[in-house]
């Protein structure tokens, strides 16, 4: 591998230098991270470049040139990605880049039609951070995360169509039969049908070491990234609702021993599974008033796993073979919440869920608002995998074509 030709000079208290840090991972692009908090000199060359103040993150590049405290769409222009759209108008915008949009973009622009993708991170979304994908069709020996990603990218591109890259969709709006797509950066664009596919987020711990080690020892998913652990002596489990519980369980079937940190005095599961994790052989052990304070590693990969007991204020590390996080997910859907119709927990309903207040002739995938879709992983009922998001992604550009042809 090649040495990094950006250095990112910061400190691990500086939320900035750790979105700068998570942008440039998630595109790819290799960089030296330096903490001015522990190289003296590293904060003289951060205080020289700035006139003697203490800024971060600085972000040094090959040609010498360097950006101070950028934004993501800085950063993105910096590396020469697209920012901005060739036109105005286009039969379809799709909002999000993994699995499902993409798929959905190729549906459509192989159909003939006019196709912007507008992605605010990187294309592949999170399937593009997963190590490996075991369970998808057709790759016997399973696919890396990255690899996939960059291939459905290609092959969009192939079909013609139109890719935005480090772009935030501020608000819809709808103006003489058109959706109207607002962007951060002050353009809009016009287009006939939407498809949302902006995905959600696992909820973080936001501590110290979790950014550096996703993908390589910390995981948000026990389907997807579990087979790798097999034969392992222990796996920590962070979380005490049903998502932690069932995903523990199922880590059982990899390693010998699963730890579930849970933060409060009780789990907050459904019986059910309280019932079959606390069975007299579960290999499950629950550890209660228990909050990870930090995450180390050796070699860019996790190693250690720092503890403590909110009751007594003792600390303990652990050496698991990785730690999976499941506090919960979060729906990338905040700029349309007031737009369409969603659950309590911001996810977009569609299709029969919208039964009671959509028309007799409403296509499957479009929510409250006509012509506007949804798929994947914000959609209300999604199964939260790489598979059915692609499936996701067909079915629904199959409703949008319909929905153009009847004009």
Known sequence: MTDPKITLYGAYWCPDCRRSKKFLGEQFVPFKWVDIEQDKEAEAFVLQKNNGKRI??????????????????????KLGLTTEAKKTYYDLIIIGGGPAGLTSAIYGAREGADVLLIERSALGGQASITVGLDNFPGFPEGINGQEFSERVT???????VELLQAVDVERLEEENGYHEVYTS???HYHSRAVLLATGASYRRLDVPGEDDYIGAGIHFCATCDGPFYKGAEEIVVIGGGNSAVEEGLHLTNFADKVTLLVRGDKLTASQIAIEKVTEPDSKVEMRYN????S??????????????????????ELHPAAAFVFIGQQPNTEFVKDYLKTDASGFILTGHDLEHVKTKDALPFETSVPGIFAAGDARHG?????????????AASISIREFLRRG
């Open 295 to 316: 995450f180390e590693g050796q070699d860019s990969k996790l190693k250690s796993v720092k503890t403590r007991d909110t009751a007594t204020g003792q600390t303990e």
């Open 154 to 160: 290609q092959q969009a591109r192939r079909f013609g």
């Open 382 to 394: 999604s199964v939260k995998q790489v598979a059915s998001a692609v499936g996701e992604g067909a």
């Open 56 to 77: 971060i993150p600085t972000i040094v590049f090959e040609d010498g040139s360097f950006l101070v405290e950028p934004s993501n769409a800085e950063l993105a222009r």
């Open 185 to 187: 950066d002050g353009k």
């Open 290 to 293: 228990t909050i990870v304070d």
